[in-house]
């Protein structure tokens, strides 16, 4: 084997690489080393390895600085030290994304180009991408529309986090293993919205023509009602009306309620399943 890794004594090859609590071999490569710190489900302590807590760290700072720079009053006067930082970001984020991809090739599977491959077009890779992508983008451009986007999707980096978080890959598995119900759940949920929006329209077309004169135009008080929000810019104001307006509003309630507990149920499951690997 050409890379190790240990637990508990006994050497597991890359193969293996899905145990919680593994140890490093100090005789391995530096690419070995670079695949533990990157890869968090292969960090053998709590918590993310020192890289990965860096990469959160300038995740952290270069969310504040795209925040920042959509405010006049920091902004105007210290464009080149915000044209300073981003490059620096560019430059960290495209380290990072060429050493996620050179280590690619030490997760599962045996041909080395398709792991790289998949990498490249896995959600994080694609994500990776185009944050960098967005850091650049105002180093080749002046469109104030192309910038304007670029601002919104430096934001994206905190979505970087979710390789970093337990948490988060405990509900991504919560809601695979769900996703026949909360399909389910969704589509009851707009069977009841077109629902209602039809019955309003019935009921109040004629005297609130603009506001139920249409089941498009009713769609907004229906989605308003099903989700509970209410704001009281369209409401009905016939008896029959207002019937179907508090059913509707009910049935909002038990769809709330609904994936919520079945979201709930799946991410426990996750997490003692979780629970009973470590052991």
Same mark, same amino acid.
């Given at each position: ?13 890359? +193969? ?17 080393? $670079?695949?533990?710190? =990157? ?31 959509? +405010? ?35 997760? #599962? ?5 398709? &792991? ?9 890779? $694609? ?19 192309? %910038?304007?986007?670029?601002?919104? %999707? ?18 991504? &598995? ?7 119900? %909360?399909?389910?759940?969704? /589509? ?15 009921? +109040? ?5 603009? &506001?139920?004169?249409?089941? #498009? ?24 009306? &207002?019937?179907?307006?508090? =059913? ?12 919520? /507990? ?6 426990? +499951? ?10």
């Amino acid at each position: 084997m050409r890379k190790l890794f240990v637990r508990q004594g006994v050497k597991l090859s890359s +193969e293996n690489n899905t145990s919680k609590n593994i140890g490093f071999d100090p005789n391995t490569s530096a690419k070995d080393w $670079l695949y533990l710190q =990157l890869e968090p489900t292969v960090w053998p302590n709590k918590g993310l390895s020192p890289l990965n807590i860096l990469i959160v760290i300038v995740i952290l700072l270069g969310t504040v600085a795209a925040i920042l720079q959509t +405010e006049p009053i920091v902004f105007v006067g210290r464009e080149k030290l915000f044209l300073t930082v981003e490059l620096s970001l560019g430059i960290f984020f495209s380290i990072e994304y060429l050493a996620r991809l050179w280590v690619a090739s030490e997760g #599962p599977g045996s041909n080395t180009i398709t &792991k790289r491959v998949r990498f490249i077009f896995s959600f994080s890779g $694609l994500l990776d991408l185009a944050i960098i992508v967005a850091t650049f983008a105002p180093f080749i451009t002046v469109n104030l529309i192309v %910038l304007r986007l670029v601002r919104l %999707l430096r934001i994206l980096r905190l979505a970087k986090l979710g390789r970093m978080s337990i948490a988060i890959r405990r509900l991504s &598995k919560a809601v695979a293993s769900r996703k026949y119900e %909360l399909l389910f759940t969704m /589509g009851l949920a707009v069977t009841v919205l077109v629902f209602g929006a039809t019955a309003l329209h019935l009921i +109040e077309g004629d005297l609130q023509p603009d &506001k139920f004169g249409s089941i #498009p135009r009713a769609m907004w008080w229906s989605v308003v009602t099903l989700t509970t929000i209410g704001y009281g810019d369209v409401y009905p104001i016939t008896v029959l009306g &207002k019937i179907f307006a508090a =059913l509707v509003a009910v049935a909002g309630i038990g769809l709330i309620a609904m994936p919520t /507990g079945i979201l709930a149920s799946a991410f426990s +499951e996750a997490v003692r399943d979780d629970a009973r690997s470590d052991v």
